[in-house]
């Protein structure tokens, strides 16, 4: 039998079309950040800090030295090499004019920038001393040493104002406190977050992190701070006895330091497996990544979020200018770039009017038919009061918009009653909540004020209970109005100009007999 050949036909294959990538405000945002410069130095950059003032110069402390970049040319403008060991924790004064820099011979040394002269030396510590600081009034410096201690001492006469020995292991963070010169906050490797009060010499608080402290800073409102350690991150209320807020768990390796950017709206966090995250603080979640070639132990970012400089382990550091477009209509042409153009409108039409409806809830299908009983019964079940409350306070305040939440109530059976009354009394203190849960209560008091009586047993004692929670409720609100108005008393007389403080200061600032006696050759 003959052999017939045929023709090999291809197999079709399906051109399919690549995700695109989600492009959110923030991921535009910081893609705007240029690419990077990358600067060579002799060590390990252990602390980077951007000078508060125009031109938002950046110091690097690293190996014996803290080089001060101009973060437009890139280069070294400044170099301070006054230490005869590692030098560590360069930080400016607000008005850019000191830098006040720790270091492995357990001094604390303070610089005039312009002149790169030793104002003053404050000796103490017994061990290195990594982080340094200067407090709110801008007048005294803090110190956070290896020799277990925190410092604060006084820039005018170099003497020591307070020393807190509360930790049981090296102390390589802290901060100072955004609206009070006197408080401060200390991180330890010995997992421990503490708050002094210099006025009273004690610790008022103390949290565990749980793991060594790498990294610790204040919201600008004084009264939530964050820490970072290990993989996490925790945010906590000093106001509510050190309350746990939230715990932020995005990196897998130790996180090194914390800043915030974007007018303290995110926040940002460098660490070992080489990522920059940045969160928004509203919410804690991430909502930009940036990527470096090496493991990251510092970072800074400049006023309005225009340079981002990160230290690396192996000396190296990455400069990135934000890059400004020539025109809005070039902005625009950037975001539109990512539109795949050869989907047509017709197209996308078709596709959305052939997906089917989506099924709604049960309370929303009994309130289209008007069943308002139904719907407020549906949304009381232990299901969804107690896992997702937003739920039934939603329908609530549906139905005290419609004005019929009291026909709602009125047909409700007596279980119901009992769901609806323990649903008032676990939602009463979330703030998001009390203001229509009262609204709520008035309804049901106005609608049962004349059956109370008839109510089972149960319901009768959740009734008696919900009308003292009311009045616990109605105390504490009275305190803390107290406590607001004290509080206001307090800000209002200390309204002082620090402005004027720092200029008189760094005037007369002259250098003190143990800084000029502190002589160390430049290499």
Known sequence: MAHISYPFKKINKAVYQKPASILTEDAIYWKKLGLPVLVKEFGAIDYIDFCPVEPYYFAATCSVRVQIYDPITK???????????AAYGGTFRRDGRLLVAGSEESAVKLFDVQS???????NGHTGPVHRTFFSRDQVKV???????????WDIATEEKIASFSEHTDYIRTGAPSPISPDIILSGSYDHTVKLYDCRSNETILTVNHGCPVESTLFLPSGGIFISAGGTDI?????????KLLANISQHHKTITTLKLASNNSRLMSASLDRHVKIYDLTTFKVVHNIDF??????MSI??????LAVGMIDG?????????PASLSEEKKGLFKFRPDHVETATVDMVVNKQKPVKGPDFEKSLRKMDFTKSLSSVLKPYVAVKFPEKTIALIQELLRRKVLHIAISGLEEKDIGMLLKFFRRNLGETRFTRIIIDAANVFIDVFEDKIKLFSEQNLCLYTSLQEDIKEEIEVCKRVSELEGAIGLLFSGAQVSTHLDTLEINDNLLPSSKALKDIVIDV
């Open 316 to 324: 190296v550091i990455s400069i990135r200018k934000r890059v400004q």
């Open 116 to 122: 790169k002269n030793v104002l003053r030396v404050f």
């Open 75 to 85: 280069v070294v403008t400044k170099n301070i090499s006054k230490f005869a060991k």
């Open 302 to 307: 400049s006023e309005n979020d225009d340079v």
């Open 293 to 298: 070639p090496n493991a990251v132990l510092s």
């Open 234 to 242: 925790k945010v906590w209320d000093i106001f509510n006895g050190g």
């Open 142 to 152: 803090l110190s956070f040493s290896d020799d277990k201690s925190v410092c604060m």
